[in-house]
């Protein structure tokens, strides 16, 4: 039986740890070859760092923009306003989907907008949260699989995106000192924004939400 053993060892039953015929004799030492399946999977390639130069690109353009649009108030400026809710809002109704939960993601852009149209030009408030809520409400009665959180979601991020952004134009509408006072809220989120990206670049470790914003 040992002989056997010896045998079946020598004409390679265990072709997936050695290699056949791989031995060689050198200076009474013996070396062996090595299978590919044996060697170490290369490493992953490491994740891209985002691009600085796109973002001070992207900066460059739109600082100076919204600093325009700040010194022109009015009409202009209630427009990225809306804008900015609607942007927001889908932003929002992304990331609960990516998340697994439930939204009315057209039902939620729209309530933002007329709720930031309604702040913003001093429009019957009440009337138009009423009619947001019953909206979502509706819907979910009309589909087949009911769900209260979902209209939850929806009449939530209409306020939280839609209501409070639309009070920047009225923050631009206070006289005489609306414009220094608008700029300064920017210019401080800006401040911020930028503070912790470089901060996370240089110092960050652990990813906060990777399936949301890969590079936070």
């Given at each position: 039986?040992?002989?056997?053993?010896?045998?079946?060892?020598?004409?390679?039953?265990c072709?997936?740890?050695?290699?056949?015929?791989?031995y060689?004799?050198?200076?009474?030492?013996?070396?062996?070859?090595?299978?590919?399946?044996?060697?170490?999977?290369?490493?992953?390639?490491?994740?891209k760092?985002?691009?600085?130069?796109?973002?001070?690109?992207?900066?460059?353009?739109?600082?100076p923009?919204?600093?325009?649009l700040?010194?022109?108030?009015?009409?202009?400026?209630?427009?990225?306003?809306?804008?900015?809710?609607?942007?927001?809002?889908?932003?929002?109704?992304?990331?609960?989907?990516?998340?697994?939960?439930?939204?009315?993601?057209?039902?939620?852009?729209?309530?933002?907008?007329?709720?930031?149209?309604?702040?913003?030009l001093?429009?019957?408030?009440?009337p138009v949260?009423?009619?947001?809520?019953?909206?979502?409400?509706?819907?979910?009665?009309?589909?087949?699989?009911?769900?209260?959180?979902?209209?939850?979601h929806?009449?939530?991020?209409?306020?939280?995106?839609?209501?409070?952004?639309?009070?920047l134009?009225?923050?631009?509408?206070?006289?005489?000192?609306g414009?220094r006072i608008?700029?300064?809220?920017?210019?401080?989120?800006?401040?911020?924004?930028?503070t912790?990206?470089?901060?996370?670049?240089r110092?960050?470790?652990?990813?906060?939400?990777?399936?949301?914003?890969?590079?936070k």
């Amino acid at each position: 039986p040992i002989e056997d053993e010896a045998r079946r060892f020598a004409h390679g039953n265990c072709a997936e740890d050695l290699t056949l015929g791989a031995y060689s004799s050198s200076g009474g030492t013996l070396a062996r070859s090595v299978t590919p399946d044996q060697t170490h999977a290369p490493a992953p390639p490491a994740p891209k760092k985002p691009d600085l130069k796109i973002r001070a690109l992207t900066a460059a353009l739109l600082v100076p923009s919204i600093i325009g649009l700040i010194h022109l108030g009015g009409a202009a400026f209630i427009g990225f306003t809306v804008l900015l809710a609607g942007l927001s809002l889908r932003e929002y109704a992304t990331m609960l989907q990516k998340g697994g939960r439930p939204v009315q993601p057209l039902i939620a852009i729209g309530s933002a907008i007329a709720l930031a149209l309604t702040v913003a030009l001093h429009g019957p408030l009440a009337p138009v949260i009423v009619g947001v809520t019953m909206l979502a409400a509706l819907r979910e009665l009309l589909r087949p699989d009911h769900s209260f959180e979902r209209a939850a979601h929806t009449v939530f991020g209409a306020l939280l995106f839609g209501f409070l952004p639309a009070h920047l134009a009225l923050v631009r509408g206070f006289s005489p000192f609306g414009e220094r006072i608008a700029l300064m809220l920017f210019a401080s989120a800006w401040l911020t924004d930028t503070t912790a990206y470089f901060f996370g670049r240089r110092w960050g470790h652990r990813k906060i939400a990777p399936d949301i914003s890969p590079n936070k």
